[in-house]
């Protein structure tokens, strides 16, 4: 007879090699942003969902918002993120040019704007082969035909006037050229400089088909005092910070004049008598309304709240987002009389009780 084996599926963890593989491409993403926190949510969340390893390198140009503290929170969940807070006024050239100064050292530098949607994957790794074919192919990406005379404002006037331009909202460069030419500057083309020493070089600044794989919303963070954004979500899931949890009866008004709006409000499920088996974690009686709902909540901390919450201050999630970030972001804490913790310790503690 014979020998029954119990059926079991592996746990398999493939974020280091997921890591290692990106080192490997020895690529870095470099992205600016001031004061747009839904636009720079929506774009990096959309570049992380095909991209989740890609070392990425945002500048914050003195932002007075909140995507500040967004992209604090981004840093600490994403190791290959970092954050430069640089401060200060100044245009998208002198800020790139000082962070691929001053922060990279990968061969090959992706410009991004932060008004980008990555809609499809796959490129990256294209432009960076394109790049590595060829030593003197110096740019790539997003291709414009510029004046040269006129250092790239308006229309070529002939074919001898032609200068070939990557668009600084999605292409790629090459570091070390990068570094002997001239610098991007404050510009309404801010690549300018460096695409007519180029040209002087006679390297080759190359097309790629960009626009079938990112959507360009085009000068969300520079343009004042009106600003362009997106008419909706373009498919991308930007989670809430804070989930409150709210039982049918529960009085959800103190939370309507919150001047921060960063998070959702989830009702809880129906009452569930069960027993589960969690592959890898073992088996458990739940007893409880939370089970139903653990994978439909998004917030990256949950709050449960009582029947009637009390007094809650108009500043309570700012309030929490200041905490956290003093505190290192802890996996649970208490603020006003209130439970919050995170997302992933909720779905494997508290909904499985």
Same mark, same amino acid.
């Given at each position: 007879?014979?020998?029954?084996?119990?059926?079991?599926?592996?746990?398999?963890?493939?974020?280091?090699?997921?890591?290692?593989?990106?080192?490997?491409?020895?690529?870095?993403?470099?992205?600016?942003?001031?004061?747009?926190?839904?636009?720079?949510?929506?774009?990096?969340?959309?570049?992380?969902?095909?991209?989740?390893?890609?070392?990425?390198?945002?500048?914050?140009?003195?932002?007075?918002?909140?995507?500040?503290?967004?992209?604090?929170?981004?840093?600490?969940?994403?190791?290959?993120?970092?954050?430069?807070?640089?401060?200060?006024?100044?245009?998208?050239?002198?800020?790139?040019?000082?962070?691929?100064?001053?922060?990279?050292?990968?061969?090959?530098?992706?410009?991004?704007?932060?008004?980008?949607?990555?809609?499809?994957?796959?490129?990256?790794?294209?432009?960076?082969?394109?790049?590595?074919?060829?030593?003197?192919?110096?740019?790539?990406?997003?291709?414009?035909?510029?004046?040269?005379?006129?250092?790239?404002?308006?229309?070529?006037?002939?074919?001898?006037?032609?200068?070939?331009?990557?668009?600084?909202?999605? #292409?790629? %460069? $090459?570091?070390?050229?990068?570094? +002997?030419?001239? *610098?991007?500057?404050?510009?309404? !083309?801010?690549?300018? @400089?460096?695409?007519?020493?180029?040209?002087?070089?006679?390297?080759?600044?190359?097309?790629?088909?960009?626009?079938?794989?990112?959507?360009?919303?085009?000068?969300?963070?520079?343009?004042?005092?009106?600003?362009?954004?997106?008419?909706?979500?373009?498919?991308?899931?930007?989670?809430?910070?804070?989930?409150?949890?709210?039982?049918?009866?529960?009085?959800?008004?103190?939370?309507?004049?919150?001047?921060?709006?960063?998070?959702?409000?989830?009702?809880?499920?129906?009452?569930?008598?069960?027993?589960?088996?969690?592959?890898?974690?073992?088996?458990?009686?739940?007893?409880?309304?939370?089970?139903?709902?653990?994978?439909?909540?998004?917030?990256?901390?949950?709050?449960?709240?009582?029947?009637?919450?009390?007094?809650?201050?108009?500043?309570?999630? #700012?309030? %929490? $987002?200041?905490?956290?970030?003093? +505190?290192?972001? *802890?996996?649970?804490?208490?603020? !006003?009389?209130?439970? @919050?913790?995170?997302?992933?310790?909720?779905?494997?503690?508290?909904?499985?009780?």
């Amino acid at each position: 007879m014979s020998k029954q084996v119990k059926l079991s599926r592996p746990d398999w963890d493939y974020s280091q090699y997921h890591r290692d593989s990106w080192m490997g491409w020895n690529v870095t993403a470099i992205m600016c942003e001031r004061d747009t926190a839904d636009v720079t949510r929506l774009g990096i969340e959309s570049l992380l969902r095909f991209y989740p390893d890609l070392p990425i390198l945002i500048i914050d140009g003195g932002s007075k918002d909140d995507s500040l503290r967004h992209l604090r929170w981004l840093s600490h969940c994403h190791p290959n993120i970092r954050i430069w807070e640089r401060g200060g006024r100044n245009g998208h050239g002198t800020m790139l040019n000082e962070g691929i100064r001053g922060f990279i050292n990968t061969e090959y530098i992706l410009l991004l704007d932060n008004d980008i949607i990555v809609r499809r994957g796959g490129w990256i790794e294209e432009l960076v082969e394109a790049l590595a074919e060829s030593d003197n192919t110096y740019a790539i990406g997003t291709l414009l035909e510029v004046t040269d005379k006129n250092d790239g404002c308006g229309e070529p006037d002939g074919e001898g006037d032609i200068l070939r331009y990557t668009h600084p909202s999605c #292409s790629m %460069v $090459k570091r070390s050229m990068y570094l +002997t030419m001239a *610098p991007f500057v404050e510009h309404g !083309a801010p690549l300018v @400089f460096n695409m007519k020493t180029a040209k002087q070089r006679g390297y080759n600044v190359a097309y790629y088909p960009i626009d079938k794989y990112v959507a360009h919303l085009s000068g969300a963070s520079w343009i004042e005092p009106y600003r362009p954004v997106w008419k909706d979500d373009m498919g991308v899931n930007s989670r809430p910070f804070i989930t409150f949890l709210a039982g049918k009866d529960t009085d959800i008004n103190p939370l309507v004049t919150q001047d921060n709006r960063d998070f959702e409000i989830i009702l809880t499920g129906e009452w569930t008598k069960a027993k589960v088996h969690i592959f890898g974690h073992g088996s458990y009686d739940v007893t409880n309304d939370l089970y139903a709902i653990r994978f439909r909540v998004h917030g990256e901390y949950i709050c449960r709240l009582r029947v009637t919450p009390g007094v809650i201050k108009d500043t309570l999630v #700012s309030e %929490v $987002k200041m905490l956290l970030e003093n +505190t290192g972001y *802890p996996d649970e804490f208490k603020y !006003a009389g209130m439970h @919050f913790i995170k997302r992933s310790l909720w779905q494997q503690r508290e909904c499985l009780s």
